[in-house]
């Protein structure tokens, strides 16, 4: 069998997932000196939320932080039935996230005890 005879899978599209993200504390994380770690809320890009998951945990790893958990709060429109008010601002940042197909942390909140 060829290339040509496979039926080509039709592509699924990009769609942005609302994650938050907690991180523990990592030399050199750039994390205030006495915090004991952050969340984060970020706007990641990907065919399905497992795939948002993945790239986001491979870049923040990249990023010298350690991601310890990952909730998924949906897509715009899931967040919307769910009855969340989405600002301006929050929506400008998820099309960022989709036109570039990046992961954009939107905000970092750093945790003390």
Do not use: C, W
Not at 7 to 31: M, S
Not at 80 to 106: C, F, H, Y
């Amino acid at each position: 069998m060829t290339d040509e005879d496979t039926p080509a899978k039709p592509k699924r599209p990009q769609q942005v997932y609302t994650l938050v993200v907690e991180v523990g504390r990592k030399a050199g994380d750039g994390l205030p000196d006495k915090a004991t770690g952050a969340g984060l809320v970020i706007y990641a890009s990907g065919v399905d939320e497992a795939e948002a998951v993945r790239e986001t945990v491979a870049i923040l790893k990249e990023a010298d932080l350690a991601p310890l958990d990952v909730a998924g709060h949906g897509t715009l429109d899931e967040r919307l039935k769910a009855g969340d008010e989405v600002g301006e601002d929050e929506r400008a940042l998820m099309q960022r996230a989709l036109d570039e197909n990046s992961v954009i942390v939107a905000e970092m909140t750093p945790f003390f005890d």
